[in-house]
């Protein structure tokens, strides 16, 4: 009794495993193969992409912003016009504050890792009151 509670879940395995390896793929509804000749990809150039005035392309040009500062959810974050105000001078950043009406010149640094969580990382170059 013993041997035929074993043989009958081993001639069962054997049975599924079997019918899986005839499966070539070529029933109905099956997934066509992949090509093997690759897809061309087409990636937007600066050109292709919308002008937004105001708003830095983000492809290292000088741009300048005016109006005026919003703190971030973070200490020690600034925004301006949805920009994160990066710093390189202490100075100019002990000059600023939340409130603040300013016109700023930098570059936008949109790969920049940041701990403010919002706002494009936008390093500033120099301040000026707006």
Same mark, same amino acid.
């Given at each position: 009794?013993? +041997?035929?509670? =074993?043989?009958?879940?081993?001639a069962l395995l054997l049975a599924l495993?079997?019918?899986?390896?005839?499966?070539?793929?070529?029933?109905?509804?099956?997934?066509?193969p992949a090509s093997a000749t690759p897809? $061309?990809?087409?990636?937007?150039?600066? #050109?292709?992409?919308?002008?937004?005035?105001?708003?830095? $392309?983000?492809?290292?040009?000088?741009?300048?912003?005016?109006? /005026? +500062?919003?703190?971030?959810?973070?200490?020690?974050?600034?925004?301006?016009?949805?920009?994160?105000? +990066?710093? =390189?001078?202490? #100075?100019?950043?002990?000059?600023?504050?939340?409130?603040?009406? +300013?016109?700023?010149?930098? /570059? $936008?640094?949109?790969?920049?890792?940041?701990?403010?969580?919002?706002?494009?990382?936008? /390093?500033? =170059? =120099?301040? #000026?009151?707006?």
């Amino acid at each position: 009794m013993l +041997i035929r509670r =074993s043989v009958v879940p081993v001639a069962l395995l054997l049975a599924l495993s079997a019918g899986c390896a005839n499966n070539t793929g070529t029933e109905t509804g099956a997934p066509a193969p992949a090509s093997a000749t690759p897809e $061309s990809v087409t990636t937007p150039t600066p #050109a292709d992409e919308p002008s937004v005035p105001g708003k830095p $392309s983000g492809d290292g040009d000088i741009t300048t912003l005016t109006g /005026k +500062i919003a703190a971030g959810v973070e200490p020690g974050c600034l925004l301006l016009d949805g920009h994160l105000l +990066i710093f =390189s001078d202490a #100075a100019q950043k002990g000059s600023v504050k939340a409130g603040d009406q +300013i016109t700023v010149t930098g /570059k $936008s640094e949109p790969g920049l890792m940041t701990t403010c969580q919002q706002g494009e990382p936008f /390093k500033v =170059s =120099s301040v #000026a009151a707006g």
